[in-house]
Structures are given as structure tokens and as C-alpha cells.
């Protein structure tokens, strides 16, 4: 794609950056066959194709209003364009690039401006989100139709009955707390520890958020103070030895993978980066490492669907690792059709954008109940909310599943 980027930019490394990424597009469109919002709207500027000519147009210094905002929020960053796209456009880093700058000349509605700072204000702290999760069937009563649409279900607050193993291996790795997952699902965490240790491995917790939701939330500040904090945390503790850090969303997994390029590589900061996030391991990287033997029971398993959040197969490229593992202790997947398209959770997209979430979510749960399952499981704590609002089946993060296994087979 040809470019004239605007002489403003071009002495920016963002510019530079835009420019770069602009032209190894051949605007075949092949990516709009697997967006979720081009398949919802079939608007060319609501797919990726249609996203980067807009981006396009900032940097090249023409005028941008509030359409431009909108198509560009209506993008669920799901990233299912870049493994389909033959050019290997970073089609999710120029997002990011796109809507900070179009954030800085577009004005936003004072409502949204509104929501989108609870939202930066009350997701990265597990005990606000506890608080307002609490309180949500008050806040039903109160709040007007339209922003009690908004609101989700009130899942129950659901904290470890198992307790968490001592460390008492050899081999250790950290395990990032959360915030969201911490608040509403923090035996998710307990489970991984327990079914590591059986693996001799021990998981050791540091608390804290990744900083998605402010790197997400035109908040980029924010996250690169959330980013520093948990760095010099890993630094406190390299002295117990750890090999990885690890997480058991696929979101947080993402995102502190992408610390080195979020953070940028000065002469200060650009080794330690580098050395942090290397070391970073999403959980089923992890288990599809090790022999997962000592956690076969030989029963009679559940018939699963596994939905593969975005996260997992578009941002880590760990598509089929998760089902591998199931398949290998036992359980029947079934198969999902579509199983490339977003849920409509997608971070915060399913309080900003209700409508066409409610849509893929509608979608995405006629194609995981299509083949009739016991249980649907998935990897990531947005996606299992998400899901499970409305899912006649339960929905289960595949670590639960494991554990369920060997609890019904009597191993302590």
C-alpha cells in the first residue's frame, strides 16, 4: 500500500512505526472474511481492510470525526485478521496506534467518557470489582433501562474451597493473581497450583493486573506504570528461582508477552524487558510441556465444547493446544463451527459495544451447543463470564475440568 504520511508524523516513531506497517498491506481483503463485525454489518469500514485505509487517512493528516471513532471501537481486537492475513500485517498494533491518535483530535460523548473511567477505575482492582459485582443487583434498580442492559449477570463471587499447595518442589514459576479473575473466579488459580504440583511443580502467587484494561482504555500511561510495578515485582522475587511466569487468562498471557514492544527497548529498560517477557508462559504452554501423565484417570470424562478465545489462537497462536491436552487425558471434543470468531466478550467490548456483542455471543453459543456437550469450557476469565451469563450448558475453565476428574476418581 502507498503511503504519504504526513510530515508531522514522520519524525515520530509512531509515525514511522504506522508507516511501516501500512505498507505491507496489499488490501487483498482476505481479512475481512474472518472479521466478526464485517460478517455482522458487511460495512467495508467495520473490517480490517476498511480500519486501516481510516488509519490511513490520520496519519496521512486528513480530517477525523466521530464516524472515524466509531468504526475503529466497533474492532473487538480479536486479531483473527492477522493469522488469516498473507502479508503478516500487524493489523493489532496499528489499531493501537490508530485509536490513540484518533482519541487525541475526537472528542468522545460525555456518557462514554464517563463509563470508560469506571471502567479504568474499577477492573484493575479486584476488591472494587468484588464490591460492584455485590452490588449489582441494587445498581439493576437504580440505573435507567439502557444502562441496566449494560450491566452483566451477577455470577456468584466463587473463592478457593481447595487449598492452595506449599512449595515444596525444586522447579517454581509465578503466577500472575489477576484482577477480574481474582475478584469473581480466584480458584481458577488454585486449581492451576494444585494440578502443577502433582507435576512437581510449585506455583507461587504475586498479586496484581496485566494492564490490558488501561493499555486498552486509552489509558497508555497507566499501563506502563502497571507494567513497571509488576517487573520490579518478578525482580523482588527472582531470587526463589522461578523459570516462568505464568498466567491462566489467555488475555493476561497476551498481554505481558507484549511488554517488550509496549515498553519500547531504551538502553534502560530494554534487557530487563526483553529477559521478563521471555519468561512469560501461558498456562497451557505449560502443560502441553510437561508429561501430564500422573493427571490421566482412566474414567468415563465429559463431552466438551471448548471455545479458544481470541487471546489463545489469534494473539498467542496456541491454536489446538488446549484441545490437544483434553484429548490427551481423555475427554470427547466436539467439534465447533466457526470456531475462529470472537464471543463478543472481548475485554470490555461487551459494556461499550452491548449490541453487536450480544450478537456473537448469541452466534458463538448456537455453534458450541450445536452438537449437544455436557460442558463448554474455554481458557480465558472474560470469555467464561461471557459465556456463562447465558449458556445452557455450564461453563468451565479446562483447568476446572481436570481437577473435576481426578476428584470424581478419588486422587487426593
Known amino acids: ?24 498491506c496489499v488490501h487483498c481483503g482476505f481479512c475481512n472474511a474472518t472479521c466478526p463485525t464485517y460478517q455482522l454489518l458487511g460495512d ?6 476498511g480500519r486501516i485505509y481510516l488509519i490511513k487517512q490520520v496519519f496521512e493528516g486528513q480530517t477525523v470525526g466521530r464516524r472515524t471513532l466509531e468504526h475503529l471501537d466497533r474492532c473487538l481486537t480479536c486479531r483473527s485478521c492477522e493469522t488469516t492475513c498473507p502479508s503478516g ?4 498494533e496499528l489499531l493501537e496506534l490508530g485509536r490513540a ?5 475526537v472528542r468522545r460523548p460525555l456518557g462514554d467518557r464517563v463509563v470508560r473511567w469506571l471502567l479504568r477505575a474499577i477492573l484493575p482492582h479486584p476488591h472494587r470489582v468484588r464490591v460492584v459485582f455485590r452490588c449489582l443487583p441494587l445498581l439493576r434498580r437504580l440505573l435507567p433501562g439502557r444502562l441496566r442492559e449494560r450491566l452483566p449477570k451477577s455470577p456468584s463471587i466463587i473463592q478457593p474451597v481447595l487449598a492452595w499447595p506449599e512449595p515444596r518442589h525444586r522447579r517454581r514459576m509465578l503466577v500472575l493473581d489477576g484482577c477480574v479473575q481474582d475478584a469473581l473466579r480466584a480458584d481458577i488459580n488454585v486449581t492451576a497450583a494444585r494440578l502443577l504440583d502433582r507435576l512437581g511443580i510449585s506455583l507461587i502467587r504475586f498479586p496484581g493486573c496485566c494492564g490490558a484494561v488501561s493499555q486498552h482504555m486509552d489509558d497508555p500511561e497507566q499501563a506502563r506504570t502497571t507494567m513497571v510495578r509488576n517487573m520490579e515485582a518478578w525482580e523482588r522475587a527472582s531470587d526463589q528461582g522461578f523459570e516462568a511466569i505464568v498466567t491462566t487468562a489467555s488475555a493476561c498471557s497476551l498481554m505481558l508477552k507484549e511488554y517488550q514492544r509496549l515498553q519500547g527497548g531504551s538502553p534502560d529498560n ?21 508429561d501430564i501423565s ?8 465429559p463431552v466438551v465444547a471448548f471455545h479458544a478465545p481470541c487471546t489463545l489462537q489469534h494473539g498467542l497462536r496456541q491454536h489446538g493446544v488446549v484441545e490437544g491436552i483434553l484429548e490427551n487425558l ?41 452438537s449437544g456437550p455436557e460442558v463448554i469450557a474455554t481458557a480465558n476469565i472474560g470469555c467464561l463470564l461471557h459465556l456463562g451469563d447465558h449458556s445452557e450448558h455450564p461453563v468451565r475453565h479446562w483447568l476446572e475440568l481436570i481437577e473435576m476428574s481426578l476428584r470424581e476418581a478419588g486422587v487426593k
Open 270 to 290: 530494554g534487557d530487563r524487558v526483553a529477559r521478563w517477557t521471555a519468561a512469560v508462559r501461558d498456562i497451557s504452554e505449560v502443560f502441553a510441556a510437561e
Open 1 to 24: 500500500m502507498q503511503t504519504r504520511i504526513d510530515t508531522r508524523y514522520m519524525g515520530k516513531s509512531e509515525g514511522k512505526l504506522a508507516d511501516d506497517i501500512l505498507r505491507s
Open 44 to 49: 467495508e469500514l467495520d473490517g480490517p481492510r
Open 294 to 301: 500422573p493427571l490421566r484417570t482412566g474414567n468415563e470424562l
Open 101 to 105: 491518535e484518533v482519541s487525541r483530535k
Open 89 to 92: 500485517v500487524r493489523y493489532g
Open 330 to 370: 481423555g475427554f470427547e471434543l466436539l467439534p465447533v463451527a466457526d470456531a475462529h470468531l470472537c464471543c463478543g466478550a472481548a475485554g470490555t467490548y461487551s459494556l461499550l459495544q452491548p449490541e453487536l456483542s450480544r450478537q456473537l455471543l448469541d452466534n458463538k453459543l448456537r455453534a458450541l451447543n450445536h
